[in-house]
């Protein structure tokens, strides 16, 4: 079965339910009538029943009305309009006198009825509303007075009501139909220029965005959340272009160099010493390489965040001084001096593994980037429910302008050209950032050039006193 375009669902839902509203007022509408119409009969009827009983004279158990002459001239000599039906009975329900309107027919006695109770019965095949009321002398029934009206128009008022609604009905369905669909069809026409939109969007063409709509409705929001999502889209692969071109640049500077070194063995016959020198500098490229593909599988494993976390109880003090323990050949041969200033034991919720490889960077770069016999202080504080880590050197500095550039993947600040001997790829930074956007760590750095960099990172602690 072919599913309606999105154009008739909208306007076979809106028929759906106006056709229920609309179904409720006409039937209120007809039962509102009909309730009118036979409340003006009823009041008809009571009327009349009232104003007889007052025509009626009661003596020694029997009754006669005062004016019948006047009585039987009055409008119950015709049939024509709105008639009213008037018969006496006496206590014997044997008939006592009837309207002439009745002619030879006479109204029907229920004993099934209380008094002044209106039913509905017909009368020589004609629909009638009759009430029936007893006649009293003193406490005792001497007869009774039967009124009724015929209900042939009232029938006819709401016979004739019914057909202009049921032919009304669908009539105004269908109109309301085509309206919809002429109003859905406008409606949609922001959703028609986001398909035309997206289908023009491709991997290599990002470039395109929605026209926003004027009004700012929810198609606006729509429009405008899927803009923010092609945004995000388009940095994401910006980025990853970038990553996979430094990535291959930088993986293909240590082959070339490696390859040019192999090459240059070959050419002649070298002394053992040079074979040896040669080879000893294609190691050190081949763990700088190594060292570079390590760093880049960490990067794009903590890129996509599958990493799953193992939350326990990190004892800082003791984490710091493992990390600086491994760094005392390169702290040594520098003649760096590294202050620590842990004036309490500090503990935390965290990944280990991770945390060491946070501190490890920061701590590397701390000790690359500093003068031979500088100073290196690592601080740590508590600061309400937040530990507080500063790591601050003295080495060559950041550039101001540089600041907002240090997490970014293989950028490297001025220190190529301040001091060639540096090594590095420029990615330690950016694993820090992906590590502490994990673990919830905060992480900022202040520079200033030829005076030190100072980074300042704040995790939560762990409450010792539930422990």
């Known amino acids: 079965m072919q599913q309606l375009s999105f154009k008739n669902r909208i306007a076979s839902h809106y028929i759906i339910t106006t056709a229920l509203l609309i179904a409720v007022v006409f039937f209120v509408i007809y039962f509102s009538?009909?309730?009118?119409?036979?409340?003006?009969?009823?009041?008809?009827?009571?009327?009349?029943?009232?104003?007889?009983l007052t025509e009626i004279s009661v003596n020694n158990n029997d009754f006669h009305l005062l004016h019948k002459n006047e009585w039987l001239e009055r409008e119950h000599n015709t049939i024509d309009v709105n008639p009213v039906f008037v018969q006496f009975i006496d206590e014997n329900k044997k008939l006592v006198e009837k309207s002439?309107?009745?002619?030879?027919?006479?109204?029907?006695?229920?004993?099934q009825i209380s008094s002044g109770q209106l039913y509905d019965y017909k009368l020589d095949g004609k629909l009638i509303r009759q009430t029936q009321l007893p006649i009293y002398q003193e406490k005792s029934i001497v007869g009774y007075v039967m009124v009724a009206m015929s209900l042939e128009n009232?029938?006819?008022?709401?016979?004739?009501?019914?057909?202009?609604?049921?032919?009304a009905y669908p009539s105004i369905l269908g109109v309301l139909f085509l309206i919809a669909r002429i109003i859905a069809g406008r409606s949609i026409k922001p959703i028609n220029t986001i398909m035309t939109t997206s289908d023009a969007i491709t991997k290599d063409n990002l470039k395109s965005r929605i026209v926003l709509p004027k009004t700012k409705d929810e198609l606006y929001v729509l429009s405008k959340t899927i803009n923010n999502l092609l945004?995000?889209?388009?940095?994401?692969?910006?980025?990853?272009?970038q990553f996979t071109?430094?990535?291959?640049?930088?993986?293909?500077?240590?082959?070339?160099v490696i390859k040019g070194t192999l090459e240059v063995l070959t050419r002649k016959p070298r002394t053992p010493q040079e074979y040896e020198d040669k080879i000893n500098f294609c190691i050190t490229e081949v763990n700088h390489l190594n060292h570079l593909v390590d760093q880049l599988l960490l990067l794009a494993r903590y890129e996509n965040e599958k990493q799953s976390l193992k939350i326990e109880s990190v004892y800082l003090n003791a984490l710091f001084l493992e990390v600086?323990?491994?760094?005392?050949?390169?702290?040594?041969?520098?003649?760096?001096?590294?202050?620590?200033?842990?004036?309490?034991?500090?503990?935390?919720?965290?990944?280990?593994?991770?945390?060491?490889i946070i501190i490890n960077n920061l701590i590397s770069n701390a000790l690359k980037y500093s003068k031979e016999n500088g100073v290196i202080e690592i601080e740590l504080r508590q600061n309400l429910h937040q530990i507080e880590c500063t790591i601050s050197d003295s080495g060559i500095g950041i550039p101001k302008a540089d600041l907002e550039k240090v997490f970014q993947p293989f950028f490297r600040s001025n220190a190529i050209t301040i001091?060639?001997?540096?090594?590095?790829?420029?990615i330690g930074l950016s694993i820090v950032q992906r590590l502490c956007s994990l673990l919830s760590i905060e992480v900022k750095i202040t520079s200033e050039e030829n005076i030190g960099t100072q980074v300042n990172l704040s995790f939560l602690s762990k409450d010792l006193s539930n422990s």
Not at 36 to 51: F, G, L, P, R, T
Not at 231 to 241: S, T, V, Y
């Open 33 to 52: 009538v009909r309730f009118s119409v036979y409340s003006h009969i009823n009041d008809d009827i009571q009327s009349e029943s009232a104003k007889h």
């Open 100 to 111: 002439p309107n009745l002619k030879r027919s006479n109204l029907r006695f229920n004993s």
């Open 154 to 167: 009232a029938q006819m008022v709401l016979r004739d009501l019914l057909e202009v609604l049921l032919i």
């Open 231 to 241: 945004d995000r889209l388009e940095n994401a692969i910006e980025r990853e272009k």
């Open 245 to 256: 071109s430094d990535a291959s640049h930088e993986l293909r500077t240590p082959l070339t």
């Open 324 to 356: 600086i323990a491994r760094q005392s050949v390169l702290i040594e041969s520098k003649g760096i001096t590294i202050t620590t200033l842990f004036k309490d034991d500090f503990y935390c919720e965290s990944d280990q593994h991770l945390l060491a």
């Open 419 to 426: 001091s060639p001997d540096i090594k590095g790829v420029g």
